[in-house]
C-alpha cells in the first residue's frame, strides 16, 4: 500500500512539472494508509521506545536519515526548525537512522552524531532495516508525515520542497481530532 502511495505521489509530481514546468504544491492527502510500526529497533537514543500507537492524536514526522548522507544532513536545519516551532502544537518528529554503511551501526557513532548536528528529536536506531522495510523505503533521506490517526498522507523523497513539507505540517496540526 505504501508502495503503491509512493508511484502515485511521484506521478503526480512529474505529471504537474511536465504541465507546468514547475512541482505542484498539494495539501495533505486527507487519508492513506495505517503507517507501519517501529520495528526492529536496536535502540532508542533521546527517548523511551515509543510506538505510533502512543503518538495517536499526533502529528508524526518520520524521517529516514543516516548520518554520513549529505543530501540527509542538508535536510536536518529544516527538520530541527519543524521540530523546535511545532512540538509544543503537537508535532512529534522521529528520526529512523537506517545505516548506508557497517560503521553507521555503531552506537556510539550515531550518538556523536546526534550531539554534532545538536539533534533533540527521539532517533530509532534501524540497524536491520525492519522500520525501513516495514515503509518499503528505499530513499535516505525520506519523510513520511502521518495524521492524528497515525495514516501516512504526505511522503517526500530527497532534498527540497521545504515549504511544501512544512505547508503539510501545519495543515495537519490544524486539522480537528
Request: net charge positive.
Amino acid at each position: 500500500m505504501l508502495s503503491q502511495l509512493k508511484t502515485l505521489a511521484i506521478a503526480a509530481t512529474f505529471a504537474a512539472t511536465a504541465a507546468t514546468g514547475t512541482a505542484a504544491l498539494a495539501a495533505p492527502l486527507q487519508t492513506g494508509p495505517t503507517a507501519p510500526e517501529f520495528t526492529g529497533i536496536s535502540q532508542w537514543l533521546n527517548s523511551d521506545p515509543l510506538t505510533l500507537q502512543q503518538l495517536r492524536g499526533k502529528v508524526v514526522l518520520v524521517d529516514f536519515w543516516t548520518y554520513t548522507c549529505i543530501n540527509c544532513i542538508n535536510t536536518l536545519p529544516y527538520v530541527k526548525s519543524w521540530n523546535q516551532k511545532y512540538k509544543d502544537q503537537g508535532l512529534t518528529v522521529v528520526g529512523v537512522h537506517t545505516p548506508e554503511y557497517p560503521f553507521e551501526r555503531n552506537t556510539d557513532n550515531v550518538k556523536t552524531a546526534i550531539k554534532r548536528f545538536g539533534i533533540t528529536y527521539p532517533v530509532a536506531q534501524d540497524n536491520q532495516y525492519s522500520t525501513w522495510s516495514a515503509y518499503n523505503n528505499q530513499y535516505w533521506p525520506a519523510f513520511y508525515l502521518l495524521n492524528k490517526k497515525g495514516q501516512v498522507v504526505y511522503t517526500h523523497f530527497g532534498e527540497g520542497d521545504y515549504a511544501q513539507t512544512e505547508a503539510a505540517i501545519k495543515a495537519l496540526l490544524a486539522q480537528k481530532d
